[in-house]
């Protein structure tokens, strides 16, 4: 932030004194929040030692504490201010097994954690020492419980040598900014207020405070309110991602975040995106990577490092912009590497059984012929279209295996030829890193496959992203695999949610390019790429902000005197909370941007799956609950952002349900009652059937109505006044399946038009209605079976007092 305008020589004739703030604008902490200074205060005291793994009860004590504290200054003195002694007075020495002596233990134990966490803001200490050479008064006005001696001793710890003209601090005279200590301020130092400015963070005290006197305020904020925003929901996701360690030492990541964010001009939201999120993560995956070669290393061995394209494309990127060009972009992908190396038929079967749906020209692309009894099994298939798994069950008895290890055999010759010339020094060396975003290390696994048919002794090691753990016992003996977001970071539970979502990371981290097919000596041949062109350019500007962070990242952070990477465990955790705060709680502006992507399958498809659906999710939750919504398989690939598209609370509650935290006896269906329900068929003839009505956790109202093929049913009649007769309906819903269960777990959800729905003896407009008689009902067209069983399902929110 620039204070000082151009014309120094006219503005300082005018200007008297400059006062500066102390916390969050002349000094920043390296901590996440504030009270990360209690949380060093906890591991600095001998509370630690006698009472583990308690910090956050801590914490908590000392923020009651001080709100003690204040609330008996306020009824005994007529004023909020305390001093750190009064705070500690309040504090529960006993529950810790201290005694009052322990007070002044505390205190020094709590100084001792702001000298080690606070830094000199350099933007401010520059703007300070201007004004001081320009011959300007300057010092300091602080609201704050530590009192001016403790305050100069910190701000001379943090720049030696400072000096000052003033040095105001709340507690020393009974008054905040907000109230009279501007008014003393000026009074004691004889300054013409409208001939002096103060700088600060907080826009009561230091901005409405200071124009209150006279004094013209410069805002100086720690973030924007929509960073801020951010902020506080990632605080939110480490405590329920990463529960049990400590959430607010962060070593200064979040402290560059916003530093690096205030020096960079205001561009367009795709690039903040980057900026702020998505280059943190990768920055400090990046630091990642760097350990993980260092460790690999050692004097009799040759490391080679290549990242794994697509989806290793933004990391190959920052690296090559901090490192330079040490490493090799490996273009390749699950496809090509398992064929390559099959020496059966299973690896090909595998494959397939991972593909949604494939007709004959995408099976032709992928293995390069196409058998008579492979042309006739998708000849055979509706539209000429299979699902993954048909096919993989049914290509054995079409096709001879040994044409797959010969067509395996000669694509794996192809792709050792490319990554001879993409790997310098590829026969030297004797470990290959290979980074990328992860997952099961399927690729790494493959080229294992590859290296030991071709007799070729180089060790393979992962440098993932994100790991699945559990996949990795297959690993051969001389490899490894490591995730820098692993279970030691986040449990297997939050892992797989993270990895539901990740399709999102896919699309703003991968190339521009198609995806890989094959190669012709150094050259690799592509797929077309069917993602749409303003996708591309959407992910290329986010990228260009992720880049933009990585680059200033260690200039700041030399500046603040930070390390937010020092700590390999903690940088996981917050990147895993940075990570997941976008995967899971995108904020409105995120999921307008992001919400219209598409995802390419990337497996010899050109299929593109829809990346968010919130009428995908709603549907689900009225025919399935809430619980089996979260558990719903793709598309779409965002699942978060779909539930999110519903309501930011829902969004909350399906990262509750991921990270094992949502109870089902509380959110499922609780039996509330029974209604009897009109069937009517096409004759005329008509039944009753009693139905249960359940209440949700959330509230509503959900009936199941399971109807057979035979009953030939063409109307069902609900007759909403008898249990709801004021209420919003959510959607009418049916599931089809051979038999009740098969049709009640079936994800294939539709929903029925809203304007089919007949309200009979109600007044309706929208979603709302409300029954005008007794006997209002609202009628339901029956479809057409395509199953014998279809169960027809409904959920509503009664309103009112009425609903039974």
Not at 17 to 34: I, K, N, Q, Y
Not at 493 to 521: F, P
Request: glycine share 8%; with cysteine.
């Amino acid at each position: 932030m620039k204070i000082a305008t151009a014309d120094v020589d006219r503005r300082t004739q005018i200007v008297s004194a400059w006062s500066f703030d102390v916390f969050d604008t002349f000094l920043v902490r390296a901590c996440s929040t504030p009270d990360g200074v209690f949380e060093r205060t906890y591991e600095l005291s001998d509370i630690s030692n006698s009472f583990p793994n308690v910090s956050l009860s801590f914490v908590q004590h000392r923020i009651q504490a001080e709100s003690r504290a204040r609330r008996t200054a306020k009824d005994e003195r007529g004023t909020s201010e305390v001093g750190i002694d009064e705070i500690y007075s309040c504090f529960p020495f006993r529950l810790f097994g201290l005694t009052a002596q322990h007070l002044n233990d505390l205190v020094e134990a709590e100084f001792a954690a702001e000298l080690e966490l606070c830094r000199a803001n350099p933007d401010m200490l520059r703007q300070y020492m201007d004004m001081d050479r320009a011959g300007h008064r300057v010092g300091f006005i602080s609201d704050t419980y530590w009192d001016s001696d403790r305050l100069a001793r910190l701000l001379r710890a943090c720049r030696p040598g400072l000096r000052w003209d003033f040095l105001y601090a709340s507690c020393d005279h009974g008054s905040s900014k907000s109230e009279t200590l501007f008014a003393k301020y000026l009074s004691e130092q004889g300054i013409d207020s409208a001939a002096s400015f103060h700088v600060g963070d907080n826009d009561k005290a230091d901005i409405k405070g200071a124009r209150r006197h006279g004094i013209r305020p410069r805002y100086y904020p720690q973030a924007t309110p929509q960073l801020a925003s951010k902020f506080q929901r990632e605080t939110t996701l480490f405590e329920l991602l990463c529960a049990g360690v400590p959430s607010r030492l962060d070593h200064g990541a979040r402290t560059l975040r916003r530093m690096v964010a205030a020096r960079s001009a205001e561009r367009s939201p795709a690039f903040h995106l980057g900026l702020t999120v998505l280059g943190p993560v990768m920055t400090a995956f990046d630091a990642f990577v760097v350990r993980r070669c260092e460790e690999i290393a050692g004097s009799d061995r040759r490391v080679a490092l290549a990242f794994l394209g697509r989806d290793g494309f933004l990391s190959h990127r920052i690296w090559q912009d901090l490192h330079g060009m040490t490493s090799a972009y490996l273009e390749i992908n699950r496809r090509v590497s398992l064929i390559a190396s099959a020496d059966t038929m299973q690896p090909l079967l595998d494959l397939l059984g991972k593909v949604l749906k494939i007709d004959a020209p995408t099976f032709r692309d992928m293995v390069k012929i196409m058998p008579p009894k492979v042309a006739a099994f998708f000849a055979g298939s509706p539209d000429g279209i299979a699902t993954g798994k048909e096919l993989a069950k049914a290509l054995p008895r079409l096709m001879d295996g040994n044409d797959i290890v010969e067509l395996a055999a000669a694509l794996r010759g192809r792709l050792l030829a490319y990554l001879r010339y993409t790997i310098p020094g590829f026969d030297d060396c004797t470990d290959l890193v290979l980074a990328d975003l992860g997952y099961s290390g399927s690729v790494q696994k493959a080229l294992r496959r590859v290296f030991d048919m071709e007799g070729i002794d180089i060790r393979l090691h992962g440098a993932y992203l994100m790991s699945l753990d559990d996949t990795f016992g297959d690993l051969a003996e001389s490899d490894s695999a490591e995730g820098f977001i692993s279970d030691l970071v986040v449990s297997p539970h939050v892992k797989r949610m993270l990895i539901r979502n990740v399709a999102l990371l896919e699309q703003i981290c991968c190339s521009a390019d198609g995806s890989v097919r094959d190669y012709d000596g150094d050259q690799v041949l592509r797929e077309v790429n069917p993602r749409p062109a303003e996708q591309i350019a959407l992910a290329a500007e986010i990228q260009a902000g992720a880049l933009a962070f990585a680059e200033r990242a260690d200039d700041v952070a030399l500046d603040y005197g930070l390390r937010p990477y020092a700590a390999p465990d903690v940088a996981a955790r917050w990147c895993a909370a940075t990570l997941g705060r976008l995967l899971l709680l995108p904020d409105q502006d995120e999921l307008a941007l992001l919400g219209g992507l598409k995802h390419d399958v990337n497996l010899g498809t050109h299929a593109l799956a829809p990346m968010c659906d919130g009428r995908f999710v709603r549907s689900q939750i009225t025919a399935r609950g809430l619980s089996a919504a979260c558990t719903s398989a793709a598309p779409p690939m965002w699942l978060a952002g779909s539930f999110a598209e519903l309501s930011p609370s829902y969004g909350y509650l399906y990262a509750l349900f991921g990270a094992n935290r949502l109870p089902a006896d509380v959110f499922e269906n609780s039996a509330c009652g029974s209604v009897q329900v009109g069937l009517f068929r096409a004759g005329g003839d008509a039944a009753l059937e009693t139905v249960s009505v359940y209440r949700t956790g959330l509230g509503e109202l959900r009936l199941h109505i399971p109807v057979s093929r035979g009953m030939a049913i063409t109307m069902i009649a609900l007759p909403l006044a008898k249990f709801a007769p004021e209420g919003v309906l959510h959607g009418v819903t049916i599931q089809s399946g051979g038999e009740v269960r098969e049709a009640a777990e079936s994800q294939e959800v539709i929903r029925i038009a809203a304007d089919s729905l007949v309200y009979a003896g109600m007044q309706r407009s929208g979603a709302h209605y409300r029954a005008e008689t007794a006997d209002g009902c609202l009628l339901i067209p029956a479809a057409p079976m395509t199953q014998d069983i279809a169960i027809y399902s409904v959920a509503i929110t009664p309103l009112g007092s009425e609903h039974k």
